[in-house]
């Protein structure tokens, strides 16, 4: 059962390659770069959201969820 329109593949030494279907061509992402656009649409959208510009951010990861937080 395919959950994800990704695959993983390895990288170069120990790193990997997420391999996406865009504009109907297969590209490889690293990890890096996939992070980066993520914050940069995050960053586009605020900014559109406020309407000014987003300067001072700061950015939370969580390291693990509880099973109530998953369930919401």
Request: a neutral charge.
């Amino acid at each position: 059962m395919k959950l994800w329109p990704i695959r993983i593949i390895p990288g170069p030494g120990d790193n990997i390659m997420i391999v996406v279907n865009y504009k109907n061509e297969e590209k490889q992402f690293d990890a890096e770069e996939i992070s980066s656009t993520m914050l940069t649409k995050i960053k586009e959208f605020a900014k559109a959201c406020i309407g000014s510009t987003v300067t001072n951010v700061a950015v939370n990861v969580t390291a693990y969820f509880t099973y109530p937080y998953i369930m919401t």
